[in-house]
């Protein structure tokens, strides 16, 4: 039986939290939102601009190759700590401050952020884990394309969709954000890079459909492709008020 112990809280934290909760306007308005609009512009610039000049797929060789590198060192050593992502916890969408990756081997997956390619002939784009929503929309819808299932949140990654539980998204039709994936490109435990296809014929079949969910516990994400869709950039509603719940059943 395990005894509740409270917390003894100080004077001092409690003066901490009441200013904390009444004035962070003042942390919030002066120095976080301008902080914030700069680094949205900035990445937005630099995503436009390595867009443009289709140098992501070179580089993303060169990044998969560091990755490859780091896990087969940690491979041949004695593996007494455990592998993490390098990406930092104030990106996450968490209010969770990851303090667990201080003690493990962090593999530098956080520069995965770039779309690879987009085939409309296929219908498919390939991406970077570490692309968002809002990144992956401005430039498919452009084109007259856009995923199948969007989520609502700019900020939510292709990665943490595919990866962590990304059901808050779904649709009738297509599903859940992983039922529109085609394949997945994985840099295994012992360094190897696969590629996880939906495809019968695929040796890495079983792999594709354990990806889902797993919290990279069965290797590291560093691509996927999903496929796409025409869309117009407008969308026509029509609205049929009902006036109670028979007539809406009928």
């Known amino acids: 039986m395990s005894a509740y112990v409270k917390e003894k809280i100080s004077i001092f934290e409690r003066l901490l939290e009441w200013f904390l909760f009444r004035f962070r306007w003042i942390f919030v308005i002066p120095l976080i ?3 914030s609009l700069a680094y949205d512009s900035y990445n937005f610039v630099r995503n436009w601009i390595i867009f ?3 140098s992501a797929p070179k580089a ?5 190759a560091k990755i490859q590198k780091s896990v ?3 491979a041949a050593g004695d593996r007494k700590k455990k592998m993490c992502t390098a990406r930092p916890g104030w990106l996450t969408m968490s209010f969770r401050f990851p303090k667990y990756k201080k003690d493990m081997v962090q593999i530098k997956t956080n520069d995965l952020i770039d779309i690879l390619e987009i085939d409309t002939n296929a219908r ?3 991406v970077e884990p570490n692309v968002n929503m809002g990144q992956l929309t401005r430039a498919l819808i452009p084109l007259g394309y856009t995923l199948p299932i969007v989520p609502e949140l700019d900020d939510l990654t292709v990665g943490g969709m595919i990866n962590g539980c990304g059901v808050e998204s779904s649709g009738r039709k297509y599903g859940m954000f992983q039922h529109i994936c085609q394949s997945f490109e994985i840099v295994t435990a012992n360094g190897e890079l696969v590629v996880a296809s939906k495809d019968k014929n695929s040796e890495h079949q ?3 459909y354990g990806i889902p969910w797993s919290h990279g516990t069965l290797g590291f994400l560093v691509a996927a492709t999903i496929k796409i869709i025409p869309c117009k950039p407008f969308v026509r509603l029509t609205y049929f008020p009902c006036k109670s719940q028979k007539v809406e059943i009928l």
């Open 124 to 126: 498919t784009v390939r």
């Open 72 to 74: 087969k060192e940690w």
């Open 206 to 208: 079983p792999l594709f």
């Open 60 to 64: 993303h060789d060169r990044k998969v």
């Open 52 to 54: 443009k000049l289709q």
């Open 33 to 35: 939102l301008p902080a």
